[in-house]
């Protein structure tokens, strides 16, 4: 008997370095994925820099793991929404990032919030 594919939102709200979080989130996604689960990514307040283009961790001893990002279409993880008022607050717009995204309102997300089976929050 397989197991019911759950709708499974990971929604990003820090900054890609500095911490763990931003790459053990991508790791969930990945693997939540791979198992067959229907993933989608949000990313506001901080998180939205997780997908700025040409970013340098020079200077900080990390591993610069955005590329990662997109490896997200070959698992078949179709849905990146990134809040617009984040991005605005931070001066970034849909060029500025590596992938294409789907921008949503605050009032948007909040309805795909409710959609979902489980929230993983970082």
Request: proline share 2%; charged share 25%.
């Given at each position: 008997?397989?197991?019911?594919?759950?709708?499974?939102?990971?929604?990003?709200?820090?900054?890609?370095?500095?911490?763990?979080?931003?790459?053990?989130?991508?790791?969930?996604?990945?693997?939540?994925?791979?198992?067959?689960?229907?993933?989608?990514?949000?990313?506001?307040?901080?998180?939205?820099?997780?997908?700025?283009?040409?970013?340098?961790?020079?200077?900080?001893?990390?591993?610069?793991?955005?590329?990662?990002?997109?490896?997200?279409?070959?698992?078949?993880?179709?849905?990146?929404?990134?809040?617009?008022?984040?991005?605005?607050?931070?001066?970034?717009?849909a060029a500025d990032l590596l992938l294409p995204v789907e921008i949503v309102s605050a009032a948007e997300l909040a309805i795909r919030m409710?959609?979902?089976?489980?929230?993983?929050?970082?």
């Open positions: 008997m397989t197991a019911a594919r759950k709708k499974i939102m990971v929604v990003n709200r820090k900054p890609p370095h500095g911490s763990i979080y931003a790459l053990e989130s991508l790791e969930i996604v990945l693997i939540a994925s791979a198992f067959g689960q229907d993933v989608s990514v949000v990313f506001l307040d901080d998180g939205v820099f997780q997908l700025a283009k040409s970013q340098n961790t020079r200077g900080l001893e990390t591993k610069n793991f955005s590329s990662t990002y997109r490896a997200l279409e070959d698992y078949e993880v179709k849905t990146l929404l990134v809040e617009q008022e984040s991005l605005s607050v931070r001066g970034l717009t409710t959609q979902q089976d489980m929230i993983l929050s970082s």
